[in-house]
């Protein structure tokens, strides 16, 4: 990928001072922009109107956005057939250094490079399971079929829990770990973009009777049920103990290049991944505190989820030491800011 990154770099600053041709829009008449043929590349199309200006704008980004070849280079044919060299000279004027192909290529390039870049970057996790280059082609086929809609990149790679449940073959026997890491760093993603709303704090927690209170859970806040210990699996891919930081005991992952590391043996692991001062951080839960914030989730009163929560394991000889748990739960939880109006 850095090599990748080199290449159009290098192209962009080859061609710094082209410029594309500016398509203005307007009515027929003195002030409409027509286009002159470049180097034999065929009629330009005139834009004198809005509708010509939306045709010519969504023929450039369906040019830019267009699938790359094996080789990571601009596709030549045209889907109707016609050479792309020849479609380019219709809105892109060469110059002295390059023709309107190679003009249009640099775009083409710079647009999959940059997507493929933000998923390597937000899932350096599913990268080592599949292996760097599978997890490259896996992430063309997706962006071929789940082409990026939206400004936040953030929300680039939301389809690929879809994607590789639809296409096993890229994970292979590898598959379930790859659902469920992918899911993980799915909700990384999404604990750093997500909205916090107004915190309700343990003072509000011990007003009135507390088995009677719905406690909504902050919108940041996912609960994972995962079939592998990714957590521990996600640090070790970094350099050790120096590599993530300790926050109310839960950990944080930075960025550090990932070490090679066995993959992790199935194991059930109950995390909840969340913010924190800004900071993205997963945390593992006993499985009773799980089912319990799993029920505050669907709405239930404080009691009642307790009280579901704590059946399967909860005696009258273990009632106080339960009862305790819980306590200590709720605290650290508001400490966290975990609970909203």
């Known amino acids: 990928m850095k090599r990748l990154k080199r290449t159009v770099l290098s192209q962009t600053k080859k061609t710094k001072n082209t410029r594309l041709l500016a398509a203005k829009s307007g009515h027929s008449g003195p002030g409409a922009v027509k286009y002159k043929s470049a180097g034999g590349a065929g009629p330009r199309p005139s834009v004198r109107t809005r509708a010509e200006l939306r045709e010519l704008q969504s023929l450039m980004l369906e040019a830019i956005t267009r699938k790359l070849t094996g080789a990571m280079t601009m596709q030549r044919i045209w889907k109707d057939g016609r050479p792309v060299r020849r479609l380019a000279g219709q809105f892109i004027k060469p110059n002295d250094r390059l023709t309107s192909f190679e003009r249009l290529e640099i775009y083409n390039r710079q647009y999959w490079f940059r997507l493929l870049d933000c998923l390597y970057d937000d899932f ?23 082409k990026s809609r939206s400004f936040n990149l953030g929300l680039l790679g939301r389809h690929i829990p879809r ?25 990384q993603i999404h604990a750093f973009d997500a909205p916090i709303n107004p915190v309700i704090d343990e003072h509000f927690l ?13 919108p940041h806040l996912t609960l ?7 957590d521990d699996y996600s640090v070790a891919l970094r350099s050790g ?28 692991v109950f995390l909840v991944v969340h913010r924190y001062e800004n900071s993205v951080f997963f945390k593992r839960l006993e499985e009773p505190a799980f089912r319990l914030l799993e029920n505050l989730g669907r709405g239930m009163r404080v009691g009642a989820a307790t009280a579901r929560a704590l059946t399967p394991v909860f005696t009258q000889e273990t009632a106080e030491e339960w009862q305790e748990k819980v306590r200590v739960w709720f605290l650290n939880w508001a400490e966290l800011r975990w609970f909203c109006r």
């Open 124 to 146: 350096p996790g599913l990268r080592h399971v599949l292996g760097e280059k599978k997890f490259l082609a896996m992430s063309q086929a997706y962006l071929a079929k789940y």
């Open 163 to 187: 994607f590789l449940a639809d296409n096993p073959e890229w994970a292979g026997r590898l598959q379930p770990m790859a659902l469920d890491m992918v899911r993980f760093e799915c909700a």
């Open 206 to 218: 011990r007003a009135g009777d507390p088995a009677e209170l719905r406690l909504k859970l902050q």
């Open 224 to 230: 994972l049920q995962l079939g592998f210990p990714l």
């Open 241 to 268: 103990d120096s590599m993530h930081t300790e926050a109310a005991g839960e950990r944080r992952i930075v960025a550090a290049e990932l070490k090679p590391v066995p993959l992790p043996r199935p194991q059930t």
